[in-house]
C-alpha cells in the first residue's frame, strides 16, 4: 500500500507539472509532448485502480492516435515551430482566477462529501469482466458509439476536403 | 488508497484544462487542453468505478475514450478548415459572428 501510495505521488506530481507545461508553454510542439506525459501518467493512475485494459486502450488511443492526430494538426496548420510569444490571449489572468476559484470549489466539495473513504482496487474486476458488461449491459451504448466513431470520420473527411 | 486523492488530482486536471481552454488562442492548443479535461473526467469514472467494487465505471471510460477520439477528429478537421479559409488559426480573430 505505501508503494502504491509513493507510486500515486510521483505520478501526480509529473501529472501535474507537465499539465501546467501543456497549457502554459510557448511552443506548440512541446505542448503536444507534455500531453503525452500527461496522458501517460493517466495509463499509470489506471493502472494503480485496476483498470488495465483501459490503461491499454488509453496508451493505444490517446498517446498513439490522437498525439499523433494533434502533431498533424499542427503540421498541416503550419503552426511556428520554434518559440512563440503570441500563443496566449488577453484573458490569461481572468482564466487564472476562474480556474483557481473552480478547483477551490471542486476540492472543497470533495472532500467535504467523500472524506478518507477508502477505495480498494484489487476486488474490481479483469479485462473479461469488462468485456461481459460490454457486450451484454452496455450493448446499444457500444453500438452507438460504433456509429458515432462512423460519423465522425465520414464528418471530418467531408469537412476537410479540398473541393 | 484514499478516493479522495484520485478525486483531486482529477479536480487539478481538470482547472488546468479549463484555463488552458480559455487562455489559449491557437485553436490546436484549446483542443489538447479540452483533452486534458476529458482525461480529469476518466479517472473520476475509473476512481468511482473501483470505489463501488463495479466494471461500470471502466465501460463509460471506454466510451469517453472513444468520443474523445471523434472530437478530436471532427475538430482538427474545423481547426484545418478555418485556417484554409483565413490562414491563421488565432481564435481571437475569429469574430465574424459578433455583432
Redesign the interface.
Known amino acids: ?1 505505501i508503494a ?2 509513493l507510486i ?1 505521488g510521483i505520478l ?1 506530481v509529473v ?2 507539472l507537465a ?2 507545461r ?2 502554459t508553454t510557448q511552443n ?1 510542439v512541446h ?2 509532448l507534455y ?1 503525452v506525459v ?2 501517460g501518467g ?1 495509463a499509470g ?2 493502472i ?4 488495465e ?2 490503461a491499454i ?2 496508451v493505444l ?2 498517446i498513439g ?2 498525439v499523433v ?2 502533431l ?3 503540421m ?4 511556428p515551430l520554434g518559440r512563440t510569444a ?4 488577453d ?2 489572468l ?3 482566477v ?3 476559484m ?2 477551490g470549489v ?2 472543497w466539495s ?2 467535504d462529501a ?8 484489487e ?3 479483469t479485462t473479461a ?2 468485456g461481459d ?2 457486450f451484454l ?2 450493448l446499444v ?2 453500438e452507438v ?1 460504433s456509429v ?2 462512423l ?3 465520414v ?3 467531408v ?2 476536403r ?1 473541393d | 488508497m484514499i478516493l479522495n486523492q484520485f478525486l483531486l488530482l482529477a479536480a487539478v486536471l481538470f482547472c488546468i484544462g479549463v484555463y488552458g481552454v480559455l487562455a489559449r488562442r491557437n485553436g490546436v492548443l484549446v483542443l489538447m487542453s479540452v483533452e486534458l479535461i476529458l482525461n480529469a473526467v476518466n479517472i473520476n469514472l475509473i476512481a468511482f468505478g473501483a470505489f463501488h467494487d463495479t466494471v461500470a465505471g471502466q465501460v463509460f471510460a471506454l466510451f469517453v475514450i472513444a468520443v474523445a477520439a471523434a472530437e478530436v477528429g471532427v475538430g482538427l478537421a474545423i481547426v484545418l478548415l478555418i485556417y484554409r479559409n483565413r490562414r491563421s488559426v488565432d481564435l481571437t480573430e475569429i469574430n465574424m459572428m459578433k455583432g
Open positions: 500500500m502504491q501510495n500515486f501526480s501529472m501535474g499539465a501546467l501543456v497549457v506548440v505542448a503536444a500531453l500527461v496522458l493517466v493512475i489506471f494503480l485502480l485496476a483498470a485494459f483501459a486502450t488509453q488511443v490517446y492516435a490522437i492526430l494533434f498533424f494538426g499542427l498541416l496548420t503550419k503552426a503570441n500563443l496566449d490571449n484573458q490569461k481572468l482564466a487564472a476562474v480556474a483557481l473552480l478547483f471542486l476540492a470533495q472532500i467523500f472524506g478518507r473513504l477508502v477505495v480498494e482496487p476486488r474490481v474486476g469482466m469488462v458488461s460490454i449491459q452496455y451504448p457500444f458509439i458515432l466513431l460519423a465522425a470520420l464528418g471530418a473527411v469537412i476537410a479540398k
